[in-house]
């Protein structure tokens, strides 16, 4: 009270205290990190699920059956600094248990981690990372990774509300007999940004919405990512993702892998419900109730822009037809006539793809290829 914040003083309130006007502001006291070098510090964690944590080693958990920090009434809310560092050998063995990982639920940010030859089982929302995230995932990596569970199953995590961004996950064997599988993420509701999925082992999901990065985007902007990996479902099942519902955008993505299930299945996509633009998919797609190369069926208004894709699956590259996008013709073995339909040396020049942008977003080495994304690692 009486203090005179419009000539001497000065604050920026709820991020710090008062300063004086005209002098040079107080550094910030740098923020401290408790450092973990063994299994039995990282274990420790759980007692401080608001803490600032950073590995300074590299950890081999064989032996522990480790039991994941944080749960749905009390999440991990800290920050862990993976430092570069590897965590090798997480095992969990919690079939009848929700919200299995090496964390179980994420309020936090959890960054630079790659967690290795692992496997991971569980019900409900079970990923490499989170079971369930709200907080940020960033430059972490899975590798040679097994998951097992019932649904909403993702390498990285099984249901995001947060950000994950430049996350890769690298052989990941994920078996489920029910929806919701992915990849990278199980059910996503925010924003997935530069990350990737490539494996030699089958995505495999028992129910609707598997697919090769996600199996349901429920909203939020998916962009510059990609799956080359084989993806089997049941109903709506994506080379990319299973399912894009309303309220989603994607963009600058692609998908490699070869697609089967029983209806609703395409090479980048099972169903789109909103946006998509500038993708292509490269995988053939299973000839079945709802197939096509691209995407099984768009909603509404809502056709792909500015795509492509490339399948021996003879209903061509979707359901409903847009006018920028295309699929090349002569890598089916019947004769086709549609209006995307262009032949494999019209797909390999610029020329073709009328109004894309190929200064910032495509690329294309004519007459040796079809185009790509700009900033993503080649198909």
Known sequence: MGWDFNDIWEID??????????LDKPGRPAAVYKEIYTATELNDVRNNLMGRYRLMSDIDLTGVNWEPLGTQTS???GIIDG??????????DLPNNDYVGMFGYVAGDISDLTISG???SGKDRIGGIAGCSKGKITDCTIAALELRGKTYIGG???????????????????????AYIGGLIGVNRNNVTKCSVSSSISIKGGGNDTGGLIGYNSSGTVSQSYAKVDVIG???VGGLIGSISSGSMVERCYATGDVDGDSSIGGFAGSNGDTVRNCFSIGDVALKTKSYGFSSFSTGTYVPKNCYSVSKNVNGFGSNTSSTSYFDKDVISVSITNTQARTTQQMMQAATYVGWDFNDIWEIDEGFGYPTLRGLDKP
């Open 156 to 178: 990285i995590t099984g249901d995001n509300y947060g950000q994950v961004e430049n996350c890769s996950v690298t052989e990941i064997d994920v078996v489920s007999n029910s």
């Open 13 to 22: 309130e709820g991020l710090g205290y008062p300063t004086l006007r005209g």
């Open 83 to 92: 430092n570069g560092h590897t965590i090798s050998n997480l095992s969990i």
């Open 75 to 77: 999440p991990f809310c």
């Open 118 to 120: 692992s496997a991971v």
């Open 234 to 236: 049941t109903t709506y």
